[in-house]
């Protein structure tokens, strides 16, 4: 035991420092597991929905930051200063897109729950693959896995479970598939829609590890798609392809 505090805090690359943070020179403050806290000084952040309004407490939506920006922050990108004011400011005039996703409490503690790439929309409701993906990796067969939104004609959108079963399980996978989609119900709800989960041998990544699922989307949604350059094999595309056939899910 060290006996000291674990704090944690939320910045990018752009910010070049803390966006929101536990202000310890200033006063610690109560910590909330899951929570960097609260934004420093400097930083207006606000919770936006698509069309550009403010959220109430509790509820996900776009992470922004009310221009301007305080010093130390990136002021365009290197000569490319109409794709920083298109990858930025274009979206939602007036603030700065973070690109993640999640929500401020009662008491302006803000959450990161994904990126805004990895937010599905389920019969009008805004879910987090992120967060679909933390209660499946909780199960205790399961080594790895990736949840992905896959285009449904009645909900616009529902989650696909990908898993990877840790070593030595002997279980029926069918029946862990299942485990895995009560697991989601009873932890997110209902309302997540998630009744899809592909049993694999391993999932599609690239060198350093990160496992693409705006590929996998791609497949599962039989969109046109490239082979990314990235990729540490690519024949691992394949078998998510035929796992999606062999289920009836692609045609």
């Known amino acids: 035991m060290l006996d000291v505090p674990v704090i944690d805090h939320w910045w990018q690359t752009e910010t070049g420092w803390a966006i929101a943070a536990n202000p310890v020179g200033l006063g610690q403050m109560e910590v909330k597991y899951g929570s960097p806290t609260v934004p420093m000084p400097g930083y207006d952040v606000q919770v936006l929905d698509d069309a550009g309004h403010p959220l109430e407490a509790g509820n996900l939506g776009n992470i922004v930051v009310k221009l301007p920006m305080p010093p130390g922050c990136l002021p365009t ?8 004011r298109e990858a930025y400011l274009e979206e939602f005039p007036g603030y700065y897109k973070t690109a993640d996703a999640g929500f401020m409490d009662e008491d302006g503690y803000l959450y990161i729950m994904a990126r805004t790439d990895d937010i599905i929309n389920v019969a009008g409701h805004r879910l987090s693959t992120g967060a679909m993906e933390e209660v499946v990796s909780g199960h205790p067969d399961v080594a790895e896995c990736a949840v992905v939104g896959i285009a449904d004609k009645l909900k616009g959108q ?29 932890q997110i709800g209902p309302v997540a829609a998630f009744k899809t989960v592909v049993t694999v041998d391993r999932l599609p990544k690239t060198r350093s590890g990160k496992i693409l699922r705006g590929t996998m989307q791609k497949i599962a949604d039989g969109l046109e798609w490239k082979m990314p350059a990235t990729i540490d094999d690519p024949a691992i595309l394949d078998e998510i392809a035929d796992k999606l056939k062999g289920r009836g899910i692609t045609d």
């Open 158 to 186: 529902i989650p696909a479970g990908f898993i990877i079963l840790k070593s030595g399980v002997k279980k029926d996978p069918a029946d862990i598939e299942k485990e895995v989609v009560a697991l989601v119900r009873q």
């Open 77 to 84: 990108l290197w000569e490319a200063d109409k794709r920083f």
